[in-house]
T-cell receptor, first 114, second 112 residues
Framework: NAGVTQTPKFRILKIGQSMTLQCTQDMNHNYMYWYRQDPGMGLKLIYYSVGAGITDKGEVPNGYNVSRSTTEDFPLRLELAAPSQTSVYFC?????????????FGAGTRLSVL | KNEVEQSPQNLTAQEGEFITINCSYSVGISALHWLQQHPGGGIVSLFMLSSGKKKHGRLIATINIQEKHSSLHITASHPRDSAVYICAAIPLTNFGNEKLTFGTGTRLTIIP
């Protein structure tokens, strides 16, 4: 198993550009999460999904959109990039069984908006 | 005030020392995670616990639900243990979606 795979690893965007951060997992996990990590701050939840076709907002959803058309994929879309979205983004997944709710993280995407 | 607080923020120790990192939380929780973030940025889950104590190799995690406190201990610390250690709790209000609330992390540096 590859686990949770994020692409790209690094990206520089200009203000106003759009991009999609890709996340895919091959563990057949129901739950998937997108976080952002800013320097000196704890990870903040952007969006999450409890299964294909179901998504919900986290703490900091503004400026982002997600979709979950398959169990494997959970892309994060930035429509009009702003400097405040400069951050490291992590995707995570876990199986739906509550007793085994360890989250598995991707390697992260480092995004700079200039 | 964050719902999850960690201390210390930074910790430097000599190789071989016993390390303790603390985590306190202000809400009722169903479980707590300890995560390790390597210098390269990757995040790995170390423990998930809801009571008592868990041990894996030189790492030990304990939790006291009544006191709303958890600790992560590292015995015989080694430079490869240098990383950021993150505490994350699942508030009872997040039953079902299991959303985590994260501490800001403790940066541990072990000097040879």
């Amino acid at each position: 198993n590859a686990g949770v795979t994020q692409t790209p690893k690094f990206r520089i965007l200009k203000i106003g550009q759009s991009m999609t951060l890709q996340c895919t997992q091959d563990m057949n996990h129901n739950y998937m999460y997108w976080y952002r990590q800013d320097p000196g701050m704890g990870l903040k939840l952007i969006y999450y999904s409890v299964g294909a076709g179901i998504t919900d907002k986290g703490e900091v959803p503004n400026g982002y959109n997600v979709s979950r058309s398959t169990t494997e994929d959970f892309p994060l879309r930035l429509e009009l990039a702003a400097p405040s979205q400069t951050s490291v983004y992590f995707c995570a997944s876990r199986i739906g069984v509550r007793a085994k709710n360890i989250q598995y993280f991707g390697a992260g995407t480092r995004l700079s908006v200039l | 005030k964050n719902e999850v607080e960690q201390s210390p923020q930074n910790l430097t120790a000599q190789e071989g020392e016993f390390i303790t990192i603390n985590c306190s939380y202000s809400v009722g929780i169903s479980a707590l995670h300890w995560l390790q973030q390597h210098p390269g940025g990757g995040i790995v889950s170390l423990f998930m616990l809801s009571s008592g104590k868990k041990k894996h190799g030189r790492l030990i995690a304990t939790i006291n639900i009544q006191e709303k406190h958890s600790s992560l201990h590292i015995t015989a610390s080694h430079p490869r243990d240098s990383a950021v250690y993150i505490c994350a709790a699942i508030p009872l209000t997040n039953f079902g979606n299991e959303k985590l609330t994260f501490g800001t992390g403790t940066r541990l540096t072990i000097i040879p």
